[in-house]
């Protein structure tokens, strides 16, 4: 996978949290959108006002409607990584847990309502 869209209503709050909880610089941006690299992955930030011209005929759910993705981070220390998270602003939807399937996790939103879990 070489990129993720992910819509968004407050592209500057977005683009905020990514900065600030990541620690990453934008790699690319204009009105409408910004872009973000995770790795070999882009991650494109995009107002929901210009989503349609690339998912017409489909529709953009509202942030509100549920969660239908969850993108995995990997990393050394999930508690280690939790205290960064809350001295950062986030708060956790859940975790630190040990999961059945042996792995250590935790997961928070960001303000597009996109679900981050960050492993070990």
């Known amino acids: 996978?070489?990129?993720?869209?992910?819509f968004t209503e407050d592209l500057e709050e977005t683009k905020r949290f990514y900065r600030e909880v990541f620690g990453l610089p934008?790699?690319?941006?204009?009105?409408?959108?910004?872009v973000f690299t995770f790795g070999n992955t882009l991650i494109n930030l995009l107002r929901t006002t210009a989503a349609p011209g690339l998912i017409r005929p489909a529709d953009v759910a509202g942030p509100?409607?549920?969660?239908?993705?969850q993108l995995t981070l990997p990393?050394?220390?999930v508690d280690a990584m939790c205290e960064v998270l809350a001295e950062r602003g986030v708060t956790l939807l859940n975790g630190p847990v040990d999961r059945p399937w042996g792995i250590r996790t935790a997961?928070?939103?960001d303000p597009g309502g996109h679900i981050r879990e960050i492993a070990r």
Do not use: I, N
């Open 107 to 109: 997961s928070f939103r």
């Open 75 to 77: 990393v050394d220390d």
């Open 1 to 6: 996978m070489s990129a993720l869209t992910l």
């Open 26 to 34: 934008v790699t690319y941006e204009d009105d409408a959108s910004a």
């Open 64 to 69: 509100d409607t549920g969660v239908r993705m």
